[in-house]
């Protein structure tokens, strides 16, 4: 059974960085995209960025383009999402994503 579990989220000033982390359980990674999506309060989710599985290739959201670098390392079966110069507009829960399988969240409050 795939697991997917976040970490890394917390509260940081406007200006400020995080770094969050997907662990995956119960798969090899392969050649499978790890996803990254968000959803705000009265919103609906939305897709951040993705990284391929079988050449690397990156993609991101207009809004945190320049800003959020998303990695993997399918060798410690873990996706990371490197998130700088966050604004108040990125506080959200972000979740990882493989497949069918969604790890729980981990919340992200931008605010001073």
């Known amino acids: 059974q795939v697991q997917l579990v976040e970490s890394g989220g917390g509260l940081v000033q406007p200006g400020g960085s995080l770094r969050l982390s997907c662990a995956v359980s119960?798969?090899?990674?392969?050649?499978?995209?790890i996803a990254w999506f968000r959803q705000a309060p009265g919103r609906k989710r939305e897709g951040v960025s993705c990284?391929?599985?079988?050449?690397?290739?990156?993609n991101y959201e207009d809004s945190v383009k320049g800003r959020f670098t998303v990695s993997r390392d399918n060798s410690r079966k873990r996706g990371s999402l490197q998130m700088n110069s966050l604004a108040p507009e990125d506080t959200a829960v972000y979740y990882c994503?493989?497949?069918?399988?969604w790890g729980q969240g981990t919340q992200v409050t931008v605010s001073s």
């Open positions: 990284i391929s599985g079988s050449d690397g290739g990156t």
């Open positions: 994503n493989m497949g069918d399988s």
């Open positions: 119960g798969f090899n990674l392969g050649y499978f995209s």
